[in-house]
């Protein structure tokens, strides 16, 4: 059975996020959520996932693509789920450029791409624990 990101009960995630609530995404306007500078990010949470991953962007891996990462993803994002901000199982590497196109940051939600990664990621998640 497949695993996708609206069987978390969080239905398409191709749908504006609620632009209200403290939630906040980098969005035209330049916000950012507070989690980003707080120092178990920065320092602990964050370091973490890019050694984890081996500092390599696991969508390109997943093509056969080895390009460094220098981001680190929200999975289901915080305006979906913000007790997850600091879940490791959440968070992934990403380059610049895959990072970019997972977001539609004019309209503050994922794009195509952002969503199908979402859910490779959260079914090769699964895979893993099911088979250790």
């Known amino acids: 059975m497949l695993v ?3 069987d978390l009960g969080l239905g398409s995630l191709d749908q504006p996020h609620a632009k209200g609530g403290g939630i906040k995404m980098r969005y035209k306007d330049k916000t950012v959520n507070p989690i980003y500078k707080t120092t178990k990010w920065v320092k602990r949470v964050r370091p973490k996932v890019l050694t984890r991953d081996g500092q390599q962007c696991q969508n390109c891996k997943r093509f056969g693509k080895a390009e460094r990462a220098t981001t680190v993803h929200h999975v289901v994002p915080l305006s979906f789920d913000s007790g997850r901000a ?5 968070l992934v590497s990403l380059c610049a450029k895959c990072h970019g196109s997972f977001h539609r940051l ?3 939600c994922l794009s195509q791409a952002g969503e199908q990664f979402g859910q490779w ?4 998640r699964a895979a893993r624990l099911v088979l250790r």
């Open 106 to 108: 004019d309209q503050g």
């Open 121 to 124: 990621w959260i079914q090769s």
């Open 86 to 90: 600091f879940d490791m199982e959440n």
């Open 4 to 6: 996708g990101l609206g």
